[in-house]
Nanobody, 124 residues
Framework: QVQLVESGGGLVQAGDSLRLSCAASGRTFSNYAMGWFRQAPGKEREFVAGIASNGYGTYYADSVKGRFTISRDNAKNTVILQMNSLKAEDTAVYYC?????????????????WGQGTQVTVSS
């Protein structure tokens, strides 16, 4: 069974950058699409970015397009979310998720395994 562990969150100022990492256990990581979601206090968990199993297809929420980049290294069982030009509204707990498919989805229910989350706080 795949387990996911996020890292890299923290407190930054508006305009700064952060790099989130998600380390996956297991030998089948390269078979699955991966995604990043976030959840702010009082709000539902929302899709941020997704990447196909081979890394060649990426998808982004409109709110982060042009600022965030998702990538993966299948040799290292890692998926990265590079976040640039951060805004106060990006403040949330960020979750890494695995989908039992080669192609990412944008809905919470598309994913079957989740990490514990990492807090990102952007001060304005």
């Amino acid at each position: 069974q795949v387990q996911l562990v996020e890292s890299g969150g923290g407190l930054v100022q508006a305009g700064d950058s952060l790099r989130l990492s998600c380390a996956a256990s297991g030998r089948t990581f390269s078979n699955y699409a991966m995604g990043w979601f976030r959840q702010a206090p009082g709000k539902e968990r929302e899709f941020v970015a997704g990447i196909a199993s081979n890394g060649y297809g990426t998808y982004y929420a409109d709110s982060v397009k042009g600022r965030f980049t998702i990538s993966r290294d299948n040799a290292k069982n890692t998926v990265i979310l590079q976040m640039n030009s951060l805004k106060a509204e990006d403040t949330a707990v960020y979750y890494c998720a695995k989908r039992r498919s080669r192609f990412p989805g944008t809905q919470y229910g598309d994913y079957d395994t989740w990490g514990q989350g990492t807090q990102v706080t952007v001060s304005s």
